[in-house]
């Protein structure tokens, strides 16, 4: 683990050495399934779209106290970090005594189980089944893996070759395991993305480097150095579907949705010149990238037997990124980063706003955008400032809407409700869109915000990290502890923050990879190493990093008890 002082986590998020004389890494380089971010202490703001004279007052900004953490992952490694430093001081405490001092004790957690194995494992995805339970996607190289400490049949490592693999998990509602898939080649397997459609097939995408790729009676060749695919099961996991794609270089599918046919809409970067899918013939933009990451967007329709039906390229002439896309109102809505000079979703081309970027230094801004069921454009826009500004997550908001989470180390960031202002170096945002692409709300916090999932009762649920470092912060949190925090939150329609907890502890590193919500029940996924201590539940741990998977009430509601 490295840790980095906030004062230059920038230029690391911008470039960071490869050795052997490797081009400098952009942003694009970071595993687009660990986000990086670094928040400090400072409070946080939130901003909503202006309504009529009723909504004037509301409309103000409000300062919310939330504490921050730091966290750091490069290229596919879990190299996560808190930062304890006293210069993160900041003046949070006088906010804190302005606002008042509110219990921030969650509730306990109903139940947790525990992913792990004899080498690494984490946590790609999470998502609710339609009738009730959980599907989760994971990475692992362990050759063997225990759920709750028993073993875990049919996922050991089939050797020799490598168990650098993918693996899919079918959970029933109390989180006991219904089947299991691992999916390996000679190579590394990695899946990125997960989803699942109302009649209960499961769709996943990835990447893989292996020669061949066996899924169910599916023989997937490559193509190039590094391939995107995408696999369809049916509710007992078999699979129903496989499709690979790939050019000379490295290419890869890291954003799936289900079509509501039985197929899927599926999203990728490709950086190879051109790339072959379905009889398409898909060209990149990219014309300058000797120091800097490559990679253009694609986006294909899948047919419910996995024929292509349609596919574009959109992209610039730098890197981009998705790392969202899923069903809206009659339409498919994406969120990513992109470090192009100029960005053609199909649309108007979206400047970037970053002033301060170069070939050592990269560039990022955020794009969202929406598309037909046919891949026609339908919407796009772009956000940043002056610095790197990175969307981390996306998710479906209520009436086909979006929502996004984000990061941005910018002076300010427009999403359309009024500037959010950055009072330290890098402050997390999540907003809300509708089906149009109208922002709704913005909320602004010092905290590293990393999912957010769609509530009962029109809320937003968001979920991250926090450290409580400063010493009048102590008071808000029984007992005073000096780890990593979990921090949830819940924000209504309207975009006001109604309540944020802090709960639980990790003595060492931590990541939020998942969230599901449905009715009452909240259920969280998190890649973890060291030791985790959950409210109402037995403290686990490992040397390796392991997932710990997690139910709660979705109301976020501290017992009268606490």
């Given at each position: 683990?490295?840790?980095?002082?906030?004062?230059?986590?920038?230029?690391?998020?911008?470039?960071?050495?490869?050795?052997?004389?490797?081009?400098?890494?952009?942003?694009?380089?970071?595993?687009?399934?660990?986000?990086?971010?670094?928040?400090?202490?400072?409070?946080?703001?939130?901003?909503?779209?202006?309504?009529?004279?009723?909504?004037?007052?509301?409309?103000?900004?409000?300062?919310?106290?939330?504490?921050?953490?730091?966290?750091?992952?490069?290229?596919?490694?879990?190299?996560?970090?808190?930062?304890?430093?006293?210069?993160?001081?900041?003046?949070?405490?006088?906010?804190?005594?302005?606002?008042?001092?509110?219990?921030?004790?969650?509730?306990?957690?109903?139940?947790?189980?525990?992913?792990?194995?004899?080498?690494?494992?984490?946590?790609?995805?999470?998502?609710?089944?339609?009738?009730?339970?959980?599907?989760?996607?994971?990475?692992?190289?362990?050759?063997?893996?225990?759920?709750?400490?028993?073993?875990?049949?049919?996922?050991?490592?089939?050797?020799?070759?490598?168990?650098?693999?993918?693996?899919?998990?079918?959970?029933?509602?109390?989180?006991?395991?219904?089947?299991?898939?691992?999916?390996?080649?000679?190579?590394?397997?990695?899946?990125?993305?997960?989803?699942?459609?109302?009649?209960?097939?499961?769709?996943?995408?990835?990447?893989?480097?292996?020669?061949?790729?066996?899924?169910?009676?599916?023989?997937?060749?490559?193509?190039?150095?590094?391939?995107?695919?995408?696999?369809?099961?049916?509710?007992?996991?078999?699979?129903?579907?496989?499709?690979?794609?790939?050019?000379?270089?490295?290419?890869?599918?890291?954003?799936?949705?289900?079509?509501?046919?039985?197929?899927?809409?599926?999203?990728?970067?490709?950086?190879?010149?051109?790339?072959?899918?379905?009889?398409?013939?898909?060209?990149?933009?990219?014309?300058?990238?000797?120091?800097?990451?490559?990679g253009d967007l694609m986006l294909a329709?899948?047919?419910?037997?996995?024929?292509?039906?349609?596919?574009?390229?959109?992209?610039?002439?730098?890197?981009?990124?998705?790392?969202?896309?899923?069903?809206?109102?009659?339409?498919?809505?994406?969120?990513?980063?992109?470090?192009?000079?100029?960005?053609?979703?199909?649309?108007?081309?979206?400047?970037?706003?970053?002033?301060?970027?170069?070939?050592?230094?990269?560039?990022?801004?955020?794009?969202?955008?929406?598309?037909?069921?046919?891949?026609?454009?339908?919407?796009?826009?772009?956000?940043?400032?002056?610095?790197?500004?990175?969307?981390?997550?996306?998710?479906?908001?209520?009436?086909?809407?979006?929502?996004?989470?984000?990061?941005?180390?910018?002076?300010?960031?427009?999403?359309?409700?009024?500037?959010?202002?950055?009072?330290?170096?890098?402050?997390?945002?999540?907003?809300?869109?509708?089906?149009?692409?109208?922002?709704?709300?913005?909320?602004?916090?010092?905290?590293?915000?990393?999912?957010?999932?769609?509530?009962?009762?029109?809320?937003?649920?968001?979920?991250?990290?926090q450290t409580p470092y400063q010493t009048?912060?102590?008071?808000?949190?029984?007992?005073?502890?000096?780890?990593?925090?979990?921090?949830?939150?819940?924000?209504?329609?309207?975009?006001?923050?109604?309540?944020?907890?802090?709960?639980?502890?990790?003595?060492?590193?931590?990541?939020?990879?998942?969230?599901?919500?449905?009715?009452?029940?909240?259920?969280?996924?998190?890649?973890?190493?060291?030791?985790?201590?959950?409210?109402?539940?037995?403290?686990?741990?490992?040397?390796?990093?392991?997932?710990?998977?997690?139910?709660?009430?979705?109301?976020?509601?501290?017992?009268?008890?606490?």
């Amino acid at each position: 683990m490295v840790l980095y002082p906030r004062t230059v986590l920038a230029s690391l998020l911008l470039f960071a050495a490869c050795g052997g004389g490797q081009r400098s890494v952009s942003p694009f380089d970071i595993a687009p399934d660990l986000p990086v971010a670094e928040v400090t202490t400072d409070g946080s703001q939130e901003h909503r779209a202006p309504g009529d004279a009723a909504d004037a007052a509301a409309s103000e900004v409000q300062e919310i106290p939330l504490d921050g953490w730091m966290a750091e992952a490069l290229d596919g490694s879990f190299d996560l970090g808190v930062e304890t430093s006293s210069d993160l001081a900041g003046d949070g405490i006088s906010e804190l005594a302005d606002v008042g001092c509110e219990p921030v004790n969650a509730a306990a957690v109903d139940l947790q189980r525990v992913l792990a194995g004899d080498g690494s494992v984490t946590l790609a995805a999470l998502v609710a089944r339609p009738g009730g339970g959980y599907i989760i996607a994971a990475n692992t190289d362990a050759s063997t893996l225990t759920w709750d400490g028993q073993g875990l049949a049919g996922t050991d490592c089939p050797g020799p070759n490598g168990c650098s693999d993918a693996l899919v998990v079918w959970l029933d509602e109390l989180l006991q395991v219904e089947a299991t898939r691992r999916l390996g080649g000679e190579g590394t397997e990695r899946l990125l993305a997960l989803a699942m459609d109302e009649d209960g097939r499961v769709l996943a995408a990835g990447t893989t480097d292996s020669p061949q790729l066996v899924l169910g009676a599916f023989v997937l060749p490559g193509a190039g150095q590094q391939d995107g695919f995408a696999v369809a099961f049916d509710p007992a996991g078999e699979v129903i579907w496989a499709r690979r794609s790939g050019g000379s270089l490295d290419d890869a599918w890291n954003a799936i949705a289900p079509d509501g046919l039985g197929g899927a809409v599926v999203g990728g970067w490709f950086e190879s010149a051109s790339l072959e899918l379905g009889g398409s013939t898909l060209n990149g933009q990219d014309d300058n990238c000797i120091l800097l990451e490559c990679g253009d967007l694609m986006l294909a329709g899948i047919g419910g037997s996995g024929e292509v039906l349609w596919a574009r390229a959109m992209g610039g002439n730098q890197g981009e990124r998705f790392v969202s896309l899923h069903a809206g109102a009659g339409a498919f809505n994406a969120v990513g980063s992109f470090g192009s000079w100029g960005l053609d979703l199909g649309g108007d081309v979206i400047p970037m706003q970053e002033t301060i970027c170069g070939p050592m230094f990269g560039c990022s801004d955020i794009f969202a955008g929406s598309y037909s069921a046919t891949g026609e454009h339908v919407w796009s826009k772009g956000f940043g400032g002056d610095l790197l500004d990175v969307a981390l997550a996306g998710a479906p908001a209520p009436d086909g809407g979006l929502l996004l989470v984000g990061e941005f180390s910018s002076s300010s960031l427009d999403l359309g409700g009024g500037l959010l202002v950055n009072s330290g170096d890098h402050e997390s945002f999540v907003a809300r869109f509708n089906a149009q692409g109208t922002h709704q709300w913005s909320l602004q916090a010092d905290a590293f915000l990393q999912v957010a999932a769609s509530g009962p009762g029109d809320k937003t649920i968001v979920m991250g990290l926090q450290t409580p470092y400063q010493t009048g912060f102590a008071d808000c949190l029984s007992p005073n502890v000096s780890g990593v925090r979990f921090l949830a939150g819940s924000i209504d329609g309207d975009g006001v923050l109604a309540l944020h907890r802090a709960f639980g502890m990790v003595d060492g590193l931590a990541r939020v990879g998942g969230l599901a919500v449905s009715d009452a029940t909240l259920a969280a996924g998190v890649t973890f190493q060291g030791e985790l201590t959950l409210p109402g539940a037995t403290s686990v741990s490992a040397s390796d990093d392991a997932v710990s998977l997690f139910l709660m009430p979705a109301s976020l509601t501290v017992p009268e008890s606490i």
